[in-house]
C-alpha cells in the first residue's frame, strides 16, 4: 500500500511527463523486464508499444517514489545475473534467457543476497503492469487505449444499455478516457 | 491547547454510520460537532479511474488510513507478518460509504440469537473449542423499524421476499419479516444475472437479486444508476450510490446545527475524576484542540473505534476507557472471501458492465437456513455472481496452470478476459478468543501513535464452511455452462474488509463492552457505533445493519422517539411518497 500525499484531492498532477528517475541503463532494463512480462507478439502490442514504462517513470516522480530503490536493486540483479550467466546486460538478452531469469526473478532465486529484499519486488511489478497496460490514459500509459482494446474493454463509459448487458451481445463502443469525462458529471443520458 | 466551545454531542468520523448520527441527532434538535479526519470530498473526484481508487494507491485514504494499516500475525505466539491483503479504507466526509460496494442485506433474526440457536438445534457439542459465540442483546424485531428506515434514507434497490411473514416469489425467502417492501425495483438483471439464477433454480435453490443501495429509478431528488461498472472503491459519477455524503449528511447539514471539522483528527477520549468523558482531544490543522463535549459518539472504522478506546488511558481506566473487564478488542473478526471462477470459452459476458453489486445470490446456504447435521461446521455464508470486472484487478484472475506473465498470460487474457465470470464466496467467521485486536508494540503511525495490531486465524469451522461453499459454488458455475473452473486458494489472514468485533455489545459487562445502544458499560456517556460492536458477523455484508444500529443509538441519545425523527426527517429528505 502506498500513500499518495502527493496527489491533491480532486486534481492530478501528472499532466508532464516528468524526466527518468532512473538511469538510462536501468530505463533499459526496465523496458527489458517489462517486454518480457507482456510481450509483443502476433496477437497484438506489448508493454512497451503500450506504455507501460511512460507510466512507471511518471508514477515514480510521484506517488510510486517510495518503489524506486526496490526497482533498482531488482534490475540491478537482472543485470548482475546475465552478465555471470550470459556475459551480457538484461537488456541485450535474447528473449529465452530473459525469460529464463525473469522466472527466477519470479521464483525468489535470482540473487542469494538480496532475496529477503527482492521478495516483495514481484508481485508490485506485476500489480504495476498492469496498471501501466490497463489503467486510465490520464495516468501515462494504456497508449492510444491499446490496453483496453487488446483485451476489449471500453474504458470509462457513462454506462451501458440493457442489450449491452446480455450475454453475447457485441458492446461497440470506442474506448474513452475518464478525462473525457465531463467534469461535474452532468452528462444526462447514456449516449 | 485550545479548549472550544462546549457541545451536546462530540461525533468522532463522519462516515457510514456517524452521517446517520448526525442525521437523527440534528433533526431531534441536538448540536454536534463532527471531528473528520479526512478531507470534504464534493464525492465526484477520480471518477471511473480504476488506478487511482485500487489498493495499490487508495487516494481515499491519503489522510490517514493508508499511513496506519494495522499489522498482522496469525496468533500471539506469532511473529508480526507481512501487511495482509487489506481494502483500503476512505477518509473523508462520506467515509468508505463513499467508495464501498453498496451491497445492502439485513441479517438473519437468527443472528441475533446464534448462540441460543445454535445450542438449541445442535447441542454443545457443536461450538467449536476457543469460540465466543454470544447472543445479540437485541433482537431482530427490535431493530426492525430501524432497517426500515436506514433502507428508506439510503434508497435500497430489491425485491422482497418476506413481507409481513407473507413470502414473495422472486425475493429472498429465508430473509427475517419486513414491514414494507424495499424502496426501489431491484437493478436490472443482467444476462450474466440470468445465467445464475437459472442454474441456482435448477439446483433447488432460491435466487434473488442483490439487494443495493444503489438506485435503478430516480430517488429523493437523486438520480438513477447507469451502470456505468466503475462502483466498489470508486465514487459514483451521478451519485446514485447511497453513500452518506449524497444522503443523510446533507440533511443534517440543513439543520445549522452540524459542525463539520474535516482534517481534524481524534487522539483521545478525555474524562474526568468520575470517570464521566468531557470531550475530545483532537490534532485540527492548526495545533491541537479540546472538544467538550456532553456526550462522545465513536463512529470511525472497527480499527480505530478500538485504538482510541485504547489510548485514552487513564488512572481509573489503565487499560483503556471502558476496558476494565479486558474486553476491548476481543473476539475481532473477518470475512474470508474464496471467490470460483470459470471461463465460458467464445462467450461474451460482459461483466466489466454494471457495478459490482448488480449481481444475483442465493441464501439457502446462509445463517443457519440449511441443517447442519453432520457436515463439522456451524454458520454459512452467500455465494452470488457479481459485476465490474474491472481491468487492472481482473486480470488477476488467471487459472492455475496459467503463468502470470509472458505470451501464455498474454494469449490468456486477450482470449479469455470477457468470457471469465466470478462467483463470490463469503463465509461467516465466528468469533474466537484466540481473534483479537491491540495496539503494536513497535510499529507506529506518522504521529507516533501505535498501530493497530491484528491477531487473527481462520479456524477449522471456516476451512469446512468455505470448502463447502467452494464445492457448490463451483457446481453453479458449471451449471451455468463454465468450461474451465478454479477456485481462490485458502488464505488465513484479514482481509481488511467486514472487519468486526472487538467492541462487542452485551448484556453482561464482564463479557463485552458496550450495550446494545453501544454506550460503553463502563461509561455513561460514550457510545461506539459500527462493526466494532457486533457480537458476530453475520454472513452477509454488515454496512446496513451497522446503519440501523446507529439510527437506533441516535435517537436513544437524542431522547426523541424515532417515528418523530422520521417525520422531519422526511418533510425536507427522502420519502416513499406512500
Known sequence: ?191 | MKVEREVEICLVGLGGTGGMAAAVLTAAGRNVVALEAGPPWSGREHLMDEISSTNARNVWGSAKFNHEIPTWRPHADGARQPTPHTQGLANGVGGSSLVYGAIAFRFHPDDFRVRSNTLERYGPGALPPGTGLADWPLSYDDLEPFYDWAEELVGVSGHAGNVRGQVRAGGNPFEGPRQRPYPLPPLRTSGLGRLFRDAALGAGYHPFPVPAAILSEPYAGRRACTYCSFCNRLACHVGAKGGTLDTVVPLAAATGRLDIRTGCRALRIVTDERGVASGIEYAGPDGVHFQPAGAVVLATYSYENIRLLLLSRTGRFPDGLGNNAGQVGRYYMARQHLPVFGVFDGRRLNGFTGPAAQGYTIDDLNADNFDHTGLGFVRGGRIAVVHQFSPIESTTIIPPDVPRWGRPYKAFLTRHYNSIAVLTVGAETLPYDANFLDLDPEVRDPLGRPVIRITFNTYENERRLLGFLQDRAVRLLEAMGAGRVWRASPHVEAMGVHDVGGARMGMDPRHSVVDSFGRLHEVPNVYVLGGATLPTHGGLNPTLTLQALALRTAAHIAGTAPQVVRERLRATGPSRGA
Open chain 1, 1 to 191: 500500500m502506498c500513500g499518495d500525499a502527493s496527489t491533491p484531492p480532486g486534481g492530478h498532477d501528472e499532466t508532464e511527463v516528468p524526466p527518468s528517475a532512473l538511469t538510462g541503463a536501468e530505463t533499459a532494463a526496465l523496458s527489458a523486464l517489462v517486454e518480457g512480462l507482456f510481450p509483443r507478439d502476433e496477437l497484438g502490442p506489448g508493454a512497451l508499444d503500450i506504455g507501460v514504462v511512460d507510466y512507471l517513470t511518471r508514477a515514480f516522480h510521484g506517488p510510486y517514489r517510495e518503489f524506486v530503490p526496490l526497482y533498482r536493486l531488482a534490475l540491478a540483479a537482472l543485470d548482475q545475473a546475465a552478465g555471470r550467466d550470459y556475459g551480457q546486460t538484461f537488456a541485450d538478452l535474447a528473449p529465452e534467457a530473459r525469460d529464463v531469469l525473469i522466472g527466477r526473478l519470479e521464483r525468489g532465486q535470482l540473487d542469494e543476497l538480496h532475496g529477503a529484499e527482492l521478495a516483495p519486488f514481484f508481485p508490485i511489478a506485476w500489480q504495476h503492469l498492469r496498471e501501466g497496460l490497463f489503467g486510465d490514459p490520464m495516468h501515462g500509459g494504456n497508449r492510444g487505449m491499446l490496453g483496453w482494446r487488446l483485451i476489449g474493454f471500453p474504458g470509462a463509459q457513462y454506462g451501458y444499455t440493457p442489450e449491452e448487458q446480455q450475454v453475447d451481445a457485441v458492446i461497440a463502443r470506442e474506448p474513452r478516457s475518464a478525462a473525457q469525462l465531463p467534469a461535474d458529471g452532468t452528462e444526462s443520458r447514456v449516449p
